[in-house]
């Protein structure tokens, strides 16, 4: 059974202050592991999919690398508008259906 | 444009009743999805749709059903509600072309009293 855990639950930073959060996975095969970015009352919204081990990307202030077991979530320089809840999501290629696992979040607190 | 959209945003009603959720979305895309999301925030898939196939999650009781009247709707029908089924419940989509970029509607908020 396909397994994605989140750590930290949460997490309070100063603006600033830069962190990361991390996504650990267990599947048969990863097709690809999913980043999203949920506000309070808002569906999740895509930000990043990895595919492979050593693969990267960016977008402004947030970057998400992938090795063979987790992913991480590095937040450079936050603000308070990156405050959010931060899901981890894994696809397995042995399940055949392109649903998705997901982690139960890091809930990201950036103060002024 | 929205690009996935559901209705209703929020939806109360009584134990036992039946209630319907409907997708839509208008990306093209080939394949959709329900999941829910419990009080804890924890995001569970449901099912996953597409013209070839309906998967079904094995803990999701029968009377929750999805149906598909085309390829860009993908309604949510739930007979005999229960008091836990209250919960967010979200539509998303995505195109299983390889990138498998699921896109997520807002959300509806279903409180069984």
Redo the contacts between chains.
Sequence with gaps: EDQVTQSPEALRLQEGESSSLNCSYTVSGLRGLFWYRQDPGKGPEFLFTLYSAGEEKEKERLKATLTKKESFLHITAPKPEDSATYLCAVEDSGAGSYQLTFGKGTKLSVIP | DTA?SQTPKYLVTQMGNDKSIKCEQNLGHD?M?WYKQDS??????MF?YNNKEL?I?ETVPNRFSPKSPDKAHLNLHINSLELGDSAVY?C?S?Q?DG?????????TRLTVL
């Design positions: 996935v394949t999805y804890k925030k924890f995001l569970k898939i996953s998967i999650n979200f998303a995505s299983v990138t498998d970029t699921q896109y997520f509607g807002p959300g």
